[in-house]
């Protein structure tokens, strides 16, 4: 059964720091992985999409990186602002015959001026 | 299109009573998913349907929950006889046909059963 793990579970840091969310999943039989922002009360915005055969994927101050073979995943966020302040999830869609995303508990990131 | 639209936004309701939320995916999408998401928790698959065909249900959907999509278009998901422990916040999501392609979600209904 996959599952995946986040850590840290919460993280607060001053605006203009480099940080780094982890996420991990227990099969590496997965198609592609996802990142996802969620602000307080709302949806969620998919930031970033990676495909099992790639190593990684940018987008402005963000860069995810991938190693399916380790189970890991990780989500850059450069010169961070408080703006970012949300909560970051991450997901795996699993082989095998469906489509579902398989969630972290995600990481609650605060950036204070 | 602007996206996966879900109504309502909230929605509260006395323990026994039956509601229904409708979901709307990106016109062009022809893949469809609910998920159900409790506080400090990421989203649980609920359910997913391709077109107007329901493919895949969690155990999570018990007998009381119920979700449809005529015609492969918008969808809607019931709860009859709602329980207190099935406030949540319900999102929807879509997709389009090709397998590794990338999910949009829309901004979800909170429900509390009082």
């Known amino acids: 059964k996959q599952e995946v793990t986040q850590i840290p579970a919460a993280l607060s840091v001053p605006e203009g720091e480099n940080l780094v969310l982890n996420c991990s999943f227990t099969d590496s039989a997965i198609y592609n992985l996802q990142w996802f922002r969620q602000d307080p009360g709302k949806g969620l915005t998919s930031l970033l999409l990676i495909q099992s055969s790639q190593r990684e994927q940018t987008s402005g101050r963000l860069n995810a990186s991938l190693d399916k073979s380790s189970g890991r995943s990780t989500l850059y966020i450069a010169a961070s602002q408080p703006g970012d302040s949300a909560t970051y999830l991450c997901?795996?869609?699993?082989?095998?015959?469906?489509?579902?995303?398989?969630f972290g508990t995600g990481t609650r990131l605060q950036v204070f001026p | 299109d602007t996206g996966v639209s879900q109504d309502p936004r909230h929605k509260i309701t006395k323990r026994g009573q039956n509601v229904t939320f409708r979901c709307d995916p990106i016109s062009e999408h022809n893949r469809l998913y609910w998920y159900r998401q409790t506080l400090g928790q990421g989203p649980e698959f609920l359910t997913y349907?391709?077109?107007?065909?329901?493919?895949?249900k969690s155990r999570l959907l018990s007998d009381r929950f119920s979700a449809e999509r005529p015609k492969g278009s918008f969808s809607t998901l019931e709860i009859q006889r709602t329980e207190q422990g099935d406030s949540a916040m319900y999102l929807c999501?879509?997709?389009?046909?090709?397998?590794?392609?990338?999910?949009?979600f829309g901004q979800g209904t909170r429900l509390t059963v009082v």
């Open positions: 997901a795996v869609r699993v082989s095998y015959n469906t489509d579902k995303l398989i």
């Open positions: 349907f391709q077109n107007e065909a329901q493919l895949e």
């Open positions: 999501a879509s997709s389009a046909k090709t397998r590794n392609t990338e999910a949009f």
